[in-house]
Nanobody, 114 residues
Framework: QVQLVESGGGLVQAGGSLRLSCAASRSIFSIMSMGWYRQAPGKQRELVAEIRSGTTNYADSVKGRFTISTDNAKNTVHLQMNSLEPEDTAVYYC?????????WGQGTQVTVSS
C-alpha cells in the first residue's frame, strides 16, 4: 500500500492559481503511475492529469492550464493549476497505482469563485 497526503487546496477567484501537492509514503520510483482526479458535486470522479514513466496525460478541459510534475527527492507529485475557472471547483484526489492496486488520498477541496 501507499499512503498519500494531499495539501494546497482552497478558495480562489476565477483566473487565479493554486498548487496541489501529494506526498507519498514510498519512493515514487516504485510507483507505476501517479495522478490527480477530481469529483464535483453530483458528478463522477474524473481524471485530471497523470504521469507514468515520465509521460504526462491531461484531460482536455485542463490542457494548457494545469501542469503535473514530480519531486523525486521528496516523493511528491504536484499539480500546478493556472487560469482557474468555476468549472474546476471539485474535491481533488491524489492517486497512485502501486503493485496494480489503486491507492487514494483523502482529497482536498478546490473552490473557484466567479
Amino acid at each position: 500500500q501507499v499512503q498519500l497526503v494531499e495539501s494546497g487546496g482552497g478558495l480562489v477567484q476565477a483566473g487565479g492559481s493554486l498548487r496541489l501537492s501529494c506526498a507519498a509514503s514510498r519512493s515514487i520510483f516504485s510507483i507505476m503511475s501517479m495522478g490527480w482526479y477530481r469529483q464535483a458535486p453530483g458528478k463522477q470522479r474524473e481524471l485530471v492529469a497523470e504521469i507514468r514513466s515520465g509521460t504526462t496525460n491531461y484531460a482536455d478541459s485542463v490542457k494548457g492550464r494545469f501542469t503535473i510534475s514530480t519531486d523525486n527527492a521528496k516523493n511528491t507529485v504536484h499539480l500546478q493549476m493556472n487560469s482557474l475557472e468555476p468549472e474546476d471547483t471539485a474535491v481533488y484526489y491524489c492517486n497512485a497505482i502501486y503493485l496494480e492496486r489503486n491507492c487514494w488520498g483523502q482529497g482536498t477541496q478546490v473552490t473557484v469563485s466567479s
